[in-house]
Structures are given as C-alpha cells and as structure tokens.
C-alpha cells in the first residue's frame, strides 16, 4: 500500500485480556519500529526489526509485551494480560534501512483497557 | 540519557518565523539531526535532516551550528496548522529514539 496500515485503529478490552495490534509496513521497507503514546505523553520507543537481524527489544516494558515480524513484512505486537497503564496509542513506523527522512508512520492503534 | 534538549514550549504568531532551538552538545561525527512533527492525534510527520550543512526543503530550513553541538529549525512563515510538537533526534543509523520535543503553538 501507499503508507503503513495499522489495525485495528481503536481496540477496547478488558482487564486481563491478551491483545494483538498488527501493522502492514510500506513494501520493500526493511525497518520497522513500535512505539506507544500515552496520554499527553512522547512517544516510547518499544521494539525494532531491521531486516533479518535479530530485534532490538530494548524498549519492551515487561514480559507482557512480544512482538515478530513475519517473513520482513507484517508485525504484530502482542500485549497479554493487560493492564490499565497499558492504555495509549501505539505507532508504528517503517523505514528504508538507513535513511531516516523515509520514516513513515501509521496512523495507530489506540487501545483502552477497561 | 538524552542526546537532545529543546524548550518545552514555545509560542509564535502567524505569518511570523518560528525558530525552534536544539542542543545537542555530545553529537559525534557521524549522527545526524533529524526534525519531525506530531499534530494532535496523527502519527509523526518527518521535517527534515542534515548533518553538517544547513538544509531547505519545503516544509522548513535547518541550521546547524559549525560545532554541530545545537541546530535551529525555521518554519519560515508560520500558519496555523503548524501547531504541533516538533521532536529532534540524533542518530547514527536506525536508533530514532524521541525525547518529549517542543510544544508549538501558532496564535492568530
């Protein structure tokens, strides 16, 4: 597609609940980052894929919290038993290996935790 | 550890410049500074970069200082969609790390 495409773009569960957050990066784009937002917040670096390189998962909170990339394209964040301070946005963003002005960013998800 | 510190807030009115400072004074010889924006409620919107040499696109111009240790972005005539949070960062390679940024508000 023309842009990154994330899904789905409002997520509400329940307390407990496993949630999975997918985003579809721009084709041929071989970086890609997550990051969320809390409210009134910047934005907090999560995980990184680069090619087949082994992610930097640096980012990642708690244990709660895993992400792939399946065959260098879609990635999908997984947040299990969820929390209320899990609430925010999370963004996505993909890349052309090392040329940052190529940074597009989806529009996100914005999951609220009930 | 952040490599960036910018004003938390700033105000300009519109049809004016607004000059958005960063200091970044452990810059090493190889990162470079790149400015992106967030309008409320979409995702980050990329500016513009540069590493040693002032750059100019459409969007805005950026001016770094010869020691490359703080860097000024220039909206040269402000409107009122600018309002924004303007993030810069300095990076290597692929570490885009972004720290709080500053506040933008453009007033009629």
């Known amino acids: 597609g023309a842009g990154v495409s994330q899904s789905p773009s409002n997520k509400v569960t329940e307390k407990g609940k496993d949630v999975e957050l997918r985003c579809d990066p721009i084709?041929?784009?071989?970086?890609l980052y997550w990051y969320r937002q809390s409210l009134g917040q910047g934005l907090e670096f999560l995980i990184y894929?680069?090619?087949?390189?082994?992610?930097?998962k640096s980012g990642l909170p708690s244990d709660r919290f895993s992400a792939e990339r399946t065959g260098g394209s879609v990635s999908t964040l997984t947040i299990q038993r969820t929390q209320q301070e899990d609430s925010a946005v999370y963004l996505c963003?993909?890349?052309?290996?090392?040329?940052?002005?190529?940074?597009?960013f989806g529009s996100g998800t914005r999951l609220t935790v009930v | 550890d952040a490599k960036t510190t910018q004003p938390p807030s700033m105000d300009c009115a519109e049809g004016r410049a607004a000059n958005l400072p960063c200091n970044h004074s452990t810059i090493s010889g190889n990162e470079y500074v790149y400015w992106y924006r967030q309008i409320h409620s979409q995702g980050p919107q990329y500016i513009i970069h540069g590493l040693k040499n002032n750059e100019t696109n459409e969007m805005a111009s950026l001016i770094i200082t010869e020691d490359r240790k703080s860097s000024t972005l220039i909206l040269p005539h402000a409107t009122l969609r600018d309002t924004a949070v303007y993030y810069c960062?300095?990076?290597?390679?692929?570490?885009?790390?972004f720290g709080a940024g500053t506040r933008l508000t453009v007033k009629p």
């Open positions: 894929f680069q090619g087949n390189s082994a992610p930097d």
């Open positions: 963003a993909s890349s052309l290996s090392n040329r940052g002005d190529g940074y597009t």
């Open positions: 084709s041929g784009h071989t970086a």
């Open positions: 960062i300095v990076r290597a390679h692929n570490d885009m790390r």
